[in-house]
Structure formats: C-alpha cells, structure tokens
Nanobody
Framework: QVQLVESGGGLVQPGGSLRLSCAASGIISSTDAMGWYRQAPGKQRDLVAEIISGGRTNYADSVKDRFTISRDNAKNTVYLQMNSLKPEDTAVYYC??????????????WGQGTQVTVSS
C-alpha cells in the first residue's frame, strides 16, 4: 500500500510560479515512476510530467520549458516547479506513483489532488 500526500496548490496570477510537492509513504521502490497529472473541468486527466528511475523525465508539450519535475529519493518526494503560469494551467493536479519493474506491474496510486488556479 502507498499513500501520496500533495501540497502547494493555490491561486496565482498569470506569469507567477508555484511549487507542488508530493510525499509518498508505504512500500516504494526506487524503480517506481512518480509524476503529476492534471484535470480541468470537463476534460480528461492528462500527464503533465513524470520522472522515472535514473532521472529520466517526460513532459507534456504544453509545459516544456516552464515546468520542472524533480525527485528526492531519500524523502520519497516528488516536486513540480511551475513557472510562467497561464490561465490554461488551471486544473486539479494529481500526484501519481506507478511501478515500472515487472514485480511492481500492478502498482498505480493517486494522491487526492490539489487545486491550481491561475487568474488575475
């Protein structure tokens, strides 16, 4: 069992910055991928950024060069630094942990979500 606790959401003006954090607890492997997804009202939940074992990262095209994902393995925490925020970044952001090794194939956990609102 894995628990994911997110923090750092809020209201920010366009062009501003926010930093999201997600702390994981429970049975975690260094091979697990951790990432952030977001879901705006009436839309599907989409990948924002993900960091995989070895530090490899994936980003949605819409956030490349603005958002940076990082991971502290000692703290089992993943961060999402969001800069140059736009109104279209407004969504509920969800932390995700998924297994990538074959012995963790059934591992897929979600946090409760944190609201990010970009508005003047």
């Amino acid at each position: 069992q894995v628990q994911l606790v997110e923090s750092g959401g809020g209201l920010v003006q366009p062009g501003g910055s926010l930093r999201l954090s997600c702390a994981a607890s429970g049975i975690i492997s260094s091979t697990d991928a951790m990432g952030w997804y977001r879901q705006a009202p009436g839309k599907q939940r989409d990948l924002v950024a993900e960091i995989i074992s070895g530090g490899r990262t994936n980003y949605a095209d819409s956030v490349k060069d603005r958002f940076t994902i990082s991971r502290d393995n000692a703290k089992n925490t993943v961060y999402l630094q969001m800069n140059s925020l736009k109104p279209e970044d407004t969504a509920v952001y969800y932390c995700n942990l998924r297994g990538t090794a074959h012995w963790r194939a059934n591992v897929n956990y979600w946090g409760q979500g944190t609201q990010v609102t970009v508005s003047s």
